[in-house]
């Protein structure tokens, strides 16, 4: 079956921006005026918190930034570890309703905002998957803080843990080249990073983005 990035943007936009949304922000018609655009500063939360989205399912916010992680039988699912401060708390908001360990992290794209500070994950050995073009930008512009991934994939990959599953959709380049689009098998939403924002998308300034590609998704 086709489906386009436009629909699967558009679930996104209706189903985790409730969830995700902080109260009393910038109204959507304010956040999509052009830059320079104050509305922005509402992304300048302070502290952190964590979110049960569906069965097992979690996001871990701290300051303006997400991740989400899913609890299996057999170990937990970690997406983007952002920093090592954001990692480190999320470790701790994960041992907060579970005992597992964390057994993978995924990456959502390349860009070092979203994927230092894996370390205390890998300590515990975790394994890291990323698209297969995140390795060449890993490699091109090293960062001591970036744990390489051990498993990378070229089109879709379906990560299966412990009897629980997350689906990992590529649409090809658009914020970055390595993007990766999140559907865990609980509720009815996507996990999307910088391409859809609570209350906005994309980003006013589009930074990285490849806009002249807008193509379906088999
Ligand atoms: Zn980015």
Not at 78 to 83: F, G, N
Request: proline letters at 6%; one cysteine or more.
């Amino acid at each position: 079956m086709k489906r386009g990035i436009t629909n699967i943007a558009f679930v996104a936009v209706l189903a985790v921006t409730p969830a995700l949304a902080w109260e009393d922000g910038p109204s959507l018609e304010e956040l999509m005026k052009p830059a320079p655009n104050r509305a922005w500063n509402g992304f300048a939360l302070a502290g952190h918190s964590t979110t049960k989205l569906a069965d097992g399912v979690y996001a871990f916010r701290n300051t303006g930034t997400r991740s989400i992680f899913m609890v299996t039988n057999d170990g937990v699912i970690a997406t983007d570890p952002v920093s090592e401060t954001h990692a480190k708390l999320m470790r701790e908001a994960i041992a907060e309703v579970t005992d597992q360990p964390v057994t993978h992290v995924v990456y959502s794209h390349e860009h070092w905002d979203h994927v230092q500070g894996g370390q205390i994950f890998k300590d515990e050995g975790a394994t890291f998957i990323a698209h297969e073009n995140c390795v060449r930008h890993f490699y091109d512009r090293p960062n001591p803080n970036i744990v390489m991934p051990d498993v990378t994939f070229s089109d879709d990959y379906t990560l299966e843990v412990g009897g629980r599953s997350m689906e990992l959709m590529y649409f090809g380049p658009n914020h970055g080249d390595c993007m990766v689009v999140m559907r865990p098998d609980a509720g009815d939403f996507l996990f999307i990073v910088d391409l859809v924002t609570s209350g906005g998308a994309p980003l006013g300034f589009m930074p990285d983005y490849a806009p002249h590609h807008c193509g379906t998704h088999a």
